[in-house]
């Protein structure tokens, strides 16, 4: 079974950053793609950014040049969102997801339980 625990979200004022993290966690074999989405009240679950095990990154064009997706390969298994240039239509819940194949050779794709990020002053 493979667990995702999600930190950083919280209050912030326009302009300002905020940096979240992502830990995969059990019984993973190989992590091909790791994520984060965002969900505001009355909107659907969107891409925010997206890097998968060889670099490769994805940018929802709303965050492009201002939100940073980074990654530490196992055994950290971390993943990072770095937003600057914080604006009030970011404000969402953030969730996390990871794909890959657990030990038993297994695929997975799991999220984590969601941490909310507000941009108010």
């Known amino acids: 079974q493979v667990q995702l625990v999600e930190s950083g979200g919280g209050l912030v004022q326009p302009g300002g950053s905020l940096q979240l993290a992502c830990s995969a966690s059990?019984?993973?074999?190989?992590?091909?793609?790791m994520g984060w989405y965002r969900q505001a009240p009355g909107k659907e679950r969107e891409l925010v950014a997206t890097i998968n095990s060889g670099g490769s990154i994805n940018y929802a064009d709303s965050v492009k040049g201002r939100f940073t997706i980074s990654r530490v390969s196992a055994p950290e298994n971390t993943v990072y969102l770095q937003m600057n240039s914080l604006k009030p239509g970011d404000t969402a819940v953030y969730y996390c997801?990871?794909?890959?194949?657990?030990?038993?050779?297994?695929?997975?794709?799991?999220w984590g339980q969601g941490t909310q990020v507000t941009v108010s002053s």
């Open positions: 997801n990871a794909r890959g194949y657990d030990d038993r050779r297994t695929p997975f794709d799991v």
């Open positions: 059990g019984s993973i074999f190989s992590l091909n793609g």
